[in-house]
């Protein structure tokens, strides 16, 4: 059955860079797609960031476009999601999930497998 692991959440400074990897074993990556959420209390969990298993297409929530980028490594069974010119309001918990194949919205019920979470916490 399919696991995912995330990883590479930390304390940075304002303006600065995370990479966060997801990495799934027990079945090929490319079987799915895997999503980015963050979880805070006030806003509850949001979908940051999606990435399509064949055609690798992207999806990027407003509030991050142009500052944080997804990228996989099917060789590698990960997912990558490069964070730049980070703001105090990304931090979060990060989840990555993964649906079959396709993208299936930023519901996380269209969403069936889930990683344990990554800190994310960014300093003013």
């Known amino acids: 059955q399919l696991q995912l692991v995330e990883s590479g959440g930390g304390l940075v400074q304002s303006g600065g860079s995370l990479r966060l990897s997801c990495t799934i074993s027990g079945e090929p990556l490319t079987h799915y797609a895997i999503g980015w959420f963050r979880q805070t209390p006030g806003k509850g969990r949001e979908g940051v960031s999606c990435?399509?298993?064949?055609?690798?297409?992207?999806y990027y929530a407003d509030s991050v476009k142009g500052r944080l980028t997804i990228s996989r490594d099917n060789g590698k069974n990960t997912v990558f999601l490069q964070m730049n010119n980070l703001k105090p309001e990304d931090t979060a918990v990060y989840y990555c999930?993964?649906?079959?194949?396709?993208?299936?919205?930023?519901?996380?019920?269209?969403?069936?497998?889930w990683g344990q979470g990554t800190q994310v916490t960014v300093s003013s």
């Open positions: 990435v399509s298993s064949a055609e690798e297409t992207t």
């Open positions: 999930a993964a649906s079959y194949y396709y993208c299936s919205g930023y519901s996380p019920s269209s969403y069936p497998y």
